[in-house]
């Protein structure tokens, strides 16, 4: 089984609002990853968690705020976000973060968009 | 920096076609290249390689990757309509665990 769940598949938030995005993974997976894809780019890469703490930033607006509660999951808490913001979000699991265990599989993506 | 760069960008094909999709990269500490195809939604794992000279194969879909040149190739024969996506090449490498994607090829196949 390489499933990852992410939820909700599709998110239509205000610029005052707060809400969370959530994945889960159960392959035992020891590092995850979150994604943002604009329309015909690749994913660029958000956060990495390996064995539950936060390993990579990629200099990240604070408005998104990433939380990884037990090793299945992650979520990525929003506030105050811009227009900008709306994308498809990605989350991904690989077995951990490190050489030869690079492939990543990656949650179908919640749809967000930001009125 | 590192970076992945694929060419072509867009392709459009005839089923029953032959393609080549190529990746070419300039990353630090290379670990490993991976094949990603990605239709609506999300990207979905096709191959992974890490030694040069050994073809991957899976069905109608083999992938090779040549470490002293910098590049891979992915190569679909007798292609079929639900070939159409885009496929996305990423390297491992570097100091950290990030994947540097390219931007991906756009393949089109017509009936």
């Known amino acids: 089984d390489t499933e990852v769940t992410q939820t909700p598949k599709h998110l239509v938030m205000g610029m005052t609002n707060k809400k969370s995005l959530k994945c889960e993974q159960h392959?035992?997976?020891?590092?995850m990853y979150w994604y943002k894809q604009k329309a015909k780019k690749p994913p660029e890469l958000m956060f990495v968690y390996s064995y539950e703490k936060l390993s990579i930033n990629e200099s990240v607006p604070s408005r998104f705020s990433p939380e990884c509660p037990n090793s299945s999951l992650l979520n990525l808490h929003l506030h105050a976000l811009q227009p900008e913001d709306s994308a498809l979000y990605l989350c991904a699991s690989s077995q951990e973060a490190g050489p030869g265990t690079d492939t990543q599989y990656f949650g179908p993506g919640t749809r967000l968009t930001v009125l | 920096e590192d970076k992945v760069v694929q060419s072509p960008l867009s392709l459009v094909v005839h089923e029953g076609d032959t393609v080549t999709l190529n990746c070419s990269y300039e990353v630090t500490n290379f670990r490993s290249l991976l094949w990603y195809k990605q239709e609506k939604k999300a990207p979905t794992f096709l191959f992974m390689l890490?030694?040069?000279?050994i073809e991957k194969k899976s069905g109608r879909l083999s992938s090779i990757l040549d470490k002293k040149e910098l590049f891979s190739i992915l190569n679909i024969t007798a292609t079929q309509t639900g070939d159409s996506a885009v496929y996305l090449c990423?390297?491992?490498?570097?100091?950290?665990?990030?994947?540097?994607f390219g931007k991906g090829t756009l393949l089109t196949v017509n009936p």
């Open positions: 890490t030694s040069s000279g």
């Open positions: 392959m035992g997976h020891r590092a």
């Open positions: 990423a390297v491992g490498g570097g100091s950290n665990y990030k994947l540097t």
